[in-house]
């Protein structure tokens, strides 16, 4: 699409005749620009919907509702209007079984998830999707997948605020968790494995310095910051982390707002300045 043209589709002045005009000859280019007009009518708006993009992006300003779309043949414009609660919950168990995992991680994060729809997710054979969920849980399912096999969902639950305080407790002592089984690290590589934090493998998505040697030992560093970084881990807990050598799970023990003066105390004396500005701010 030729520049002048997608210029005047973002015209405000331009006339409902020529909106009209522009929708009936639209690429996908164009139909996305026309989508982003706050004065499209709802036949305009379910006009273009027969472009998947510009549908999502008018899923979310509010211009579809669910009478404007089979969610069988745009499950992504169904996800669009379940994530801005115009969805249908009917919707749900079919999506939590549609093929492409983009689509069921998306529905994890969804608001207002019904009970046989989350046991669907809890079960996906993708890990992301399991993570998505316990990321965005209520507290029962939160506290229930913080005990999952695979360090990548222990991750999510140790962020999530809703995770009931003695869980989070466990994630960062380990007491009362069964061990993990595997982590993102040995999903992907023969153990023991260090990632070169300059590889320059295409193919690569491992964080710099991601390691596992059987411990999944960098996936559960990352799961104590996230449960020290969240306000509902309980003080008794986190404070066994004063002394803990990773200086930057120091830092996140120094940021909170709720530890005992002695602790404060002793993080003001730390010998890495980043520690000690942290505790501070």
């Not at 998830?113 to 399912?141: C, F, G, K, Q, Y």
Request: hydrophobic share 45%; proline share 11%; net charge negative.
């Amino acid at each position: 699409m030729q520049p002048p043209v997608l210029g005047l589709a973002e015209n405000p002045a331009l006339p409902p005749e020529i909106i009209d005009r522009l929708i009936a000859t639209a690429d996908t280019e164009l139909a996305e620009a026309l989508a982003c007009r706050p004065d499209l009518s709802r036949a305009q708006a379910a006009a273009l919907s027969r472009f998947e993009e510009a549908a999502v992006r008018l899923a979310h300003a509010g211009g579809l509702t669910a009478d404007d779309i089979d969610p069988s043949v745009q499950p992504r414009v169904a996800i669009a209007l379940l994530e801005e609660r115009a969805g249908r919950p009917e919707w749900m168990p079919d999506l939590a079984t549609n093929p492409v995992v983009e689509i069921r991680d998306r529905l994890a994060a969804c608001p207002g998830l019904p009970h046989d729809v989350v046991r669907t997710l809890a079960s996906d054979p993708d890990v992301r999707v399991v993570a998505e969920l316990a990321l965005w849980a209520p507290a029962d399912i939160a506290g229930r997948l913080a005990a999952h096999p695979h360090a990548e969902v222990r991750c999510s639950a140790a962020a999530n605020e809703a995770t009931p305080p003695k869980v989070l407790a466990s994630l960062l002592t380990g007491d009362g968790l069964p061990p993990a089984r595997s982590c993102v690290v040995c999903d992907r590589e023969p153990i023991p494995f260090v990632h070169d934090p300059n590889c320059d493998r295409s193919d690569c998505s491992l964080p710099p310095g991601a390691s596992c040697d059987g411990s999944h030992e960098s996936t559960i560093h990352e799961i104590h910051q996230l449960a020290l970084r969240n306000p509902a881990a309980p003080v008794d807990a986190v404070v066994g982390f004063v002394n803990h050598p990773s200086a930057l799970l120091r830092c996140e023990l120094a940021a909170r707002t709720d530890l005992p003066p002695q602790v404060y105390a002793r993080l003001a004396d730390d010998p890495v300045p980043w520690v000690r500005a942290r505790g501070v701010t």
